[in-house]
Structure formats: structure tokens, C-alpha cells
């Protein structure tokens, strides 16, 4: 259902406000770049820090402004069930064309658990739903056999693996089938995952580069791989230098190198200082062909 390049969208902060004007100006910078789809309110943009207010702001203008033009997956996961339920209901009527579920942090249930919770939200809205599984995060990974069981939920249609494990993204798709959604969750492992039958990625890096990621994977679906290689090993300083602190700290800071929006954070995040920050702009004047100029932005 879900396929090829989704931005996990930043949030833009100005005075402490979400900046309304700078996330239209990023909606269609996304859009111009040719990307497929939008998530925003997922980690990168920052949801552990906004309250439901901003949440509906930002989902409901990133809907407004994409006008239909790509489809628009919102973060409405939480540890809650009861939450995760109301902000999907939410996203619903704001006109989201899909929901992102993250796994449950900190409270780590049981695969039963994990089961009954996703369950429990697919039965209370007619969205289509993305298992986002980040045991990095999360502290509990969704097992392939576990996966298996919510594949047969209709509107559980596919699974952000952001588990670091190709042989889990692999298990998945074999127990999951083709018409389950595979969608990387580290730009990193955008190829590796798309040679096994991934379908896209929801990703970080395409912020700043959305054409050339959108090339990218458009070149493996086409099963183009020698081009989609290349491009793969064209982007992997940027990939690795939006690594070098806690997503979204680096790319925040690049993309207000790039004038997309300031870098204002919501502590606990920090923009980037020091040599982070140096090696960072660094990496942007060394991959200023793969970026866009000020009189694009």
C-alpha cells in the first residue's frame, strides 16, 4: 500500500511555537523533490516533546498543504493504547491517509501484549496502520511470528523495521507475504531491505535530499540496482553524518544550515555545537551537489 520515499517530517519551532509557515514551505519542498509520501509526528519530528494541540496542528496542516498530492502517514503511536486510539482518531478527522504505530517504550508488554494492543487500535479506526518496530527505542522488538499474527488484520498493512536486523526484516517478509508492507527504518539499510522485497522507507536524510533519495529508491524498485547502488553509496556520508548524534538533532542543524527552517529543539534535544557541528557542515560542503542551493530552498 505504502511505497517508495515517505520524509519522517521534522517539526519547525519558532519561540517555542510550532512554525506553521516554515512546515508548509517543507511540505512543498518534499513534494517538488518528488517524494511519495509524508509522516509527520514521528520521532524526527520530535511527538514525545508536542502536546495533542500540536499534534493536530501539524498533521492537519501537512494534509492541508499536500492537498492529496501524496499520502500522509501520522505518528499516532503511544505506550498507551487508550492515547495511541484517540490521536489516530484524531488524525482520522484531520484527513491522514495512514497511522505509524510505534511499538510501546518503556513499559516493554509481552508479544501477547504487543498483539493485543495493535489489535486494539486496528479495530477502532478504518486507517491503515504501520507497525513501527525500534527496539533501540522501544526496549521490546515485535517478533517475526508475532508480526505474522497482525498481518492478518486488514488495516495492519506493513511494518517500519527499524530493528538493525537484516535477518528479522527477512523472517518478516517471508511469514508476512507480498502484500505486507516492508519499509526501512534506517537510511542506512534503505537498499539492503529494498533488495529483499521492501517496498520503501520512511526516512530521515531525505529532510535535506529528497530528490536524490527519491531517485534512489525509485531505481531499486524499477530493479535498477546497479543505479540505486551507486546513488546508495553517494549518500552514505550523508547518511552516516546524521548519525553522529541522536536523530533529529543533526538533521534539524542541516536543515537549518540549508535555510529550511530554524534549529530550534525541544529540550531534551540540543542543536548541534562543537565539532559535530563542524564535522556536520563539513559533510553538507562536501555533498553540495546532492543538496539543495538557497534559491532552491
Same mark, same amino acid.
Given at each position: 500500500?505504502?511505497? *517508495? ?28 523533490? *518528488?517524494?511519495? *509520501? ?10 514525545? %516533546? ?59 508488554? %509481552? ?42 488484520? $486488514? ?29 526501512? *527504518? ?45 546513488? !546508495? ?37 540540543? $542543536? ?16 553540495? !551537489? ?8
Amino acid at each position: 500500500m505504502f511505497s *517508495g520515499t515517505f520524509t519522517a517530517l521534522i517539526t519547525p519551532f519558532r519561540n517555542g511555537e510550532v512554525d506553521v509557515d516554515a512546515l508548509e514551505n517543507l511540505v512543498e519542498f518534499q513534494i517538488e523533490g *518528488g517524494v511519495s *509520501g509524508l509522516v509527520p509526528c514521528g520521532t524526527t519530528g520530535e511527538s514525545p %516533546t508536542m502536546s495533542e494541540d500540536e499534534d493536530r496542528t501539524v498533521i492537519s496542516t501537512v494534509v492541508r498543504v499536500s492537498n492529496g498530492r501524496v499520502p500522509v502517514v501520522a505518528g499516532t503511536g503511544s505506550n498507551s493504547t487508550d492515547m495511541a486510539i484517540k490521536y489516530t482518531k484524531m488524525a482520522e478527522e484531520v484527513g491522514a491517509d495512514g497511522s505509524l504505530q510505534v511499538v510501546p517504550y518503556y513499559n516493554k508488554p %509481552t508479544q501477547d501484549g504487543l498483539f493485543a494492543h495493535f489489535a486494539t487500535i486496528a479495530e477502532n479506526t478504518n486507517l491503515p496502520l504501520v507497525i513501527y518496530d525500534i527496539p533501540g527505542r522501544s526496549g521490546v522488538a515485535v517478533s517475526p511470528a508475532t508480526m505474522a499474527r497482525l498481518a492478518e488484520i $486488514p488495516n495492519v498493512v506493513g511494518v517500519k523495521d527499524a530493528t538493525l536486523s537484516m535477518s528479522n526484516a527477512a523472517e518478516v517478509k517471508r511469514l508476512c507475504g507480498e502484500d505486507f508492507d516492508l519499509i526501512s *527504518g534506517n537510511d542506512f539499510e534503505t537498499l539492503p531491505i529494498l533488495s529483499l522485497g521492501g517496498s520503501g522507507v520512511i526516512a530521515v536524510a531525505s529532510n535535506i535530499a529528497p530528490s536524490v533519495y527519491s531517485e534512489m529508491v525509485s531505481a531499486a524498485l524499477n530493479g535498477d540496482f546497479i543505479r540505486a547502488r551507486e546513488l !546508495h553509496y553517494e549518500l552514505l556520508p550523508l547518511f552516516n553524518a546524521l548519525s553522529a548524534e541522536t536523530n533529529p538533532i543533526p538533521v534539524k542543524t542541516a536543515a537549518s544550515l540549508l535555510g529550511l527552517c530554524s534549529d530550534e529543539m525541544r529540550l531534551p534535544m540540543q $542543536p548541534m555545537s562543537g565539532d559535530n557541528l563542524r564535522k556536520l557542515e563539513d559533510s553538507l560542503e562536501r555533498l553540495g !551537489h546532492l543538496l539543495p542551493t538557497p534559491e532552491e530552498v
